[in-house]
């Protein structure tokens, strides 16, 4: 398993930064989701930022092996079934 900072090498000096704030924050907040797990549309709003800036995060998570979809699907705000993320133990 990747760890969450070095999936940030190579990348710019700004992305590291926000990579290592922001997913940080966003993986916090995943595993304090448990097994009930979270939605990206439920993780944007706990942290009170735009989907279009948490969705990314969520997918840098997935690549570095930190977060896994749980298999379940809820609903979002517009109606659509969404991956439900989980920590990986």
């Avoid at 710019?12 to 990206?40: M, N």
């Avoid at 997918?59 to 977060?67: K, N, V, W, Y």
Wanted: net charge positive; proline share 3%.
């Amino acid at each position: 398993m990747a760890d969450l900072f070095t999936y940030a090498e190579g990348k710019t000096d700004t992305s590291q930064e926000a990579f290592k704030s922001v997913d940080a924050r966003a993986l916090k907040r995943i595993k304090a989701a448990g097994d009930f797990g979270i939605t990206t549309d439920e993780l944007a709003s706990d942290m009170l930022m735009p989907y279009g800036s948490v969705q990314p995060r969520t997918s840098e998570l997935r690549t570095a092996g930190l977060i896994e979809d749980s298999g379940r699907r809820r609903q979002n705000r517009k109606g659509k079934r969404v991956i439900v993320w989980k920590a990986v133990p």
